[in-house]
């Protein structure tokens, strides 16, 4: 049988939820405001991150064990909250000109030696206002990529571990993105600069840091995991997850991401208040509670693969057939997805 996604032909996963919020909680509205204080997050990093490099530069190759353990404890979590710093710069959270918060996504981006934070404000817009869209959302896997990676647990645990290879064969498939402008190649700019710099003030031996934090930022890794969390379901009645957990403390509360996407104009450090404020709408939701547990779930679990996504159905394909598309529920039956421990 071969493996789709399950495709829904709603044309957004939650309709109407984000305004029948304020609606019923006017004082939402206050929460959308910027926060400038971001920005000395973002360069606070990238000041740690670039002392460690130095560090390990200064230790030498012998030391690579220790700069894998660091990147591992501290590099990954420091890389990802300039991901997230990133992600609210694309939303314009941080500054009032979009142009001073693509600079700051320009320069949050540093640490992870390649330019992606003007690519990333690019598709991932596109996944806001077309969820699901296989021709316009990049955050779904590319079929090739899905069946290439299968069932096999080997093969999602190197999925995981080379996450940002398989990204960049993603936006070529997509409609309607412009990757190439005056952004992206002072991106591209800034991320040689400091590439070039790291290696000489801090040799290659803490580039390594910088690599080993970067891959570990995204990938096989517990903050990693967040990319499963988001998107990937067996309960396809719910297809967008949040994660309540305490690593959002470093994660700038990455993990609120129903409350993301229901009110994309509310910084990180207020959707924890508009979870509060709105129990109504997000205490009888399911959730995740570890990062920890669920990427073990989803490199152990057989049931689990990159099809466990919900593709939104164009209405162009469905105008001359009106026959059910087979479902990723006829082959994985009514599951529930709770977050739960993984028994082995």
Not at 75 to 84: D, E, K, L, S
Not at 157 to 185: C, S, Y
Not at 299 to 318: A, C, H, N, P, Q
Request: net charge positive; aromatic share 16%; charged share 15%.
């Amino acid at each position: 049988m071969q493996e789709t996604f399950y495709q829904s032909e709603s044309d957004q996963p939650h309709p109407g939820r984000a305004r029948a919020i304020i609606k019923t909680h006017p004082e939402v509205r206050q929460l959308m405001v910027r926060n400038s204080w971001t920005a000395l997050i973002a360069v606070s990093i990238v000041v740690l991150q670039t002392a460690i490099a130095y560090a390990m530069g200064a230790l030498g190759f012998h030391y690579w064990w220790l700069s894998l353990v660091i990147a591992f404890c501290v590099g990954a979590f420091a890389n990802h909250a300039n991901y997230v710093i990133i992600h609210d710069a694309t939303h314009n959270l941080i500054l009032r000109s979009p142009s001073w918060n693509k600079m700051v996504a320009v320069i949050a981006d540093l640490p992870n030696l390649t330019p992606s934070a003007m690519g990333f404000r690019v598709y991932h817009l596109k996944h806001h206002s077309h969820q699901g869209d296989y021709e316009y959302d990049a955050d779904l896997a590319n079929h090739w990529e899905a069946r290439l990676v299968g069932h096999k647990w080997y093969r999602k645990a190197i999925w995981l571990m080379l996450f940002p290879f398989f990204q960049v064969t993603r936006p070529p498939r997509l409609k309607a993105i412009k990757m190439w402008d005056r952004w992206f190649l002072i991106n591209l700019a800034c991320a040689a600069v400091y590439d070039v710099a790291i290696v000489y003030f801090c040799g290659w031996a803490g580039f390594l840091y910088l690599v080993f934090a970067f891959f570990f930022s995204i990938g096989l890794h517990p903050v990693g995991a967040r990319w499963i969390q988001e998107h990937y379901t067996y309960d396809f009645d719910q297809e967008t997850f949040s994660y309540y957990g305490p690593i959002n403390w470093v994660a700038l509360n990455m993990g609120y991401h129903n409350e993301h996407h229901d009110l994309p104009s509310i910084p990180w450090n207020n959707l924890p208040k508009l979870r509060a404020m709105a129990p109504e709408f997000y205490g009888n939701l399911k959730y995740h509670s570890s990062w920890s547990r669920l990427l073990l779930q989803f490199v152990f679990d057989k049931r689990y693969s990159l099809y466990s996504r919900v593709e939104r159905m164009k209405e162009s394909r469905d105008s001359d057939s009106h026959a059910p598309a087979e479902t990723a529920n006829s082959r994985n039956g009514n599951l529930d997805l709770s977050a739960r421990p993984i028994n082995f």
